[in-house]
């Protein structure tokens, strides 16, 4: 059972133009969420987070929104450059005191055309 | 400094071998972890360890055998590997303190590319 989904297995943008990502969880008792960066034959790279009690988080040029009613999360990257192109996951975690599990979605490639 | 290390990056070993794989991190992170990655798929965690002790196994077989001896350290012992054994081995690292928001936030290595022929 895919607890954490990303529907899109890839997604090709210009350069300049925003990337939306995005991520759907089924999972109600979920209360913080990740994005990951991954290049090829690398470990993933931690992005950008937002807890539950948020619905929007800004980091420079990435912006996560979450809309717990719909039990989805986007990223943004605005704007999107050739270097942003990689595989991006999305994580979901229940808390769990000192450590927690996460959940990850299948993953999405991102292409940005120069 | 955010750097999780691991050795060796690649791992060629036969069926009948032993193996260790190893993870360093001096973030004074107090959680550390070992997942799985097939390609095309997504990290799947095998072990958590929680101030040194093991809190989490993902019902992982016994030729894979974890082992933290301090709280910089963690080790991924192998035997009698299988061929679909073959796959990234990610560490990761956590601040590990209960009640952090960050306590989330976990921060990968580079992995260990391991083949088993």
């Known amino acids: 059972d895919q607890q954490v989904k990303q529907n899109s297995p890839s997604l090709s943008v210009q350069e300049g133009r925003i990337s939306i990502l995005n991520c759907d969880y089924t999972?109600?008792?979920?209360?913080?969420f990740l994005w990951y960066k991954k290049y090829p034959a690398e470990g993933p790279t931690f992005l950008i987070s937002i807890s539950s009690i948020k619905d929007k988080n800004e980091d420079g040029r990435f912006t996560v929104f979450l809309n717990k009613s719909a039990k989805h999360l986007s990223l943004h990257i605005v704007p999107s450059q050739p270097g942003d192109s990689a595989v991006y996951f999305c994580?979901?975690?229940?808390?769990?005191?000192?450590?927690?599990?996460?959940?990850f979605g299948t993953g999405t490639l991102l292409a940005v055309q120069p | 400094d955010t750097e999780v290390t691991q050795t060796p990056k690649h791992l060629v070993m036969g069926m009948t071998n032993k193996k260790s794989l190893k993870c360093e991190q001096h973030m004074g992170h107090r959680a550390m972890y070992w997942y799985k990655q097939k390609a095309k798929k997504p990290p799947e965690l095998m072990f958590v360890?929680?101030?040194?002790?093991?809190?989490i196994n993902e019902s992982v077989p016994s030729r894979f055998s974890p082992e933290c001896p301090n709280s910089s350290l963690l080790n991924l012992h192998l035997h009698a590997l299988q061929p679909e054994d073959s796959a990234l081995y990610l560490c990761a690292s956590s601040p590990g303190l209960a009640g952090r928001q960050n306590s989330y936030e976990q921060y990968f290595g580079p992995g260990t590319r391991l083949t088993v022929t």
């Open positions: 994580a979901a975690s229940a808390y769990g005191g000192a450590t927690n599990k996460l959940i």
């Open positions: 999972n109600s008792m979920f209360d913080y």
């Open positions: 360890y929680s101030y040194e002790k093991l809190s």
